[in-house]
């Protein structure tokens, strides 16, 4: 499995705070089957985004854990002016790898109107935006719509593994699920920040999925997708499926 949103990077934001911290949690990802995982430091407003002491990390926590995982450079990406303006200068800052993939991140408080013309920016100049954990945003949950044009604009959705177990709660879990019903999941990933409650654990994912929704699902967003993402390569194209008929929004936020 193939890890594409993680904060093992100690001392840079709210995961990992040490360098033994780093270390315990890609051992935890590597015993439960993860090969490859990606850092991705916040680069927001609360968080000072330092490419140099990012790679500096990253290549110390590489060197400690040896063979055990590959580790790659990203970063959680949020939607400010100045990230956006600096982003389509030097997309290698912050994509994954240096690539084409960007793991984008939506504030709690507002969304912009002009988002979607943002995302056109971004893909116009082959930067291929990943929006991370849609389902924990409680403003995404009420822009289905939104979501959906941007999708079929290009942007690309990544779930975080727990929210399908309901670690973020019922309303999380029911709107991971209706993405995974409307096909517009294309990646789980961890969003690991401990070894703890929010850890970098993929194998129990893994078998959720593959129990609930067939195994080549369970592949295809958790090794083959990524795998394309942190060799920047296209996705690959399958059989469309016939869209399932929209619930009642009500429905996804019943008990139980």
């Known amino acids: 499995m193939i890890d594409i949103h993680s904060h093992v990077l100690y001392g840079l934001d ?9 270390i315990a949690m890609v051992e ?14 916040h680069a927001d407003l609360n968080f000072r985004f330092q490419p140099e002491l990012n790679r500096q990390r990253c290549d110390e926590l590489q060197a400690a854990a040896g063979e055990k995982i590959r580790i790659h450079l ?13 982003a389509l200068a030097l997309p290698s800052k912050y994509t994954i790898n240096g690539l084409n993939y960007l793991l984008v991140e939506f504030s709690d408080l507002l969304i912009p109107k002009t988002t979607g013309a943002v995302f056109t920016r971004m893909i116009e100049s082959g930067i ?11 403003l995404l949950t009420l822009r289905m719509a939104e979501l959906e044009n941007w999708v079929a ?11 399908l177990a309901g670690l973020f709660g019922s309303k999380a879990r029911k709107f991971a699920e209706e993405l995974m019903r409307r096909d517009m999941v294309h990646f789980i990933a961890s969003d690991a920040h401990s070894v703890e409650e929010r ?9 959720l999925i593959a129990g609930r929704y067939g ?6 967003l958790l090794t083959t997708h990524p795998r394309c993402v942190i060799e920047g390569r296209p996705l690959p194209e399958k059989e469309a499926s016939a869209p399932a008929a929209p619930r009642k929004w009500y429905q996804f936020y019943r008990r139980g």
């Open 74 to 86: 990203g970063c959680d990406f949020h939607l400010s002016y100045e990230n956006i303006q600096d």
């Open 215 to 220: 195994k080549e699902r369970a592949e295809r």
């Open 14 to 22: 709210d995961g990992a705070a040490t360098l033994a911290d780093s």
């Open 199 to 207: 850890h970098p654990r993929l194998d129990e994912t893994y078998a």
């Open 128 to 138: 291929i935006p990943i929006i991370t954990h849609p389902e924990r945003n409680w």
């Open 153 to 163: 604009e290009g942007a690309l959705t990544q779930v975080t593994s727990q929210s």
């Open 28 to 41: 935890m990802a590597a015993a439960a089957g993860t090969t490859d995982i990606v850092a991705t430091p």
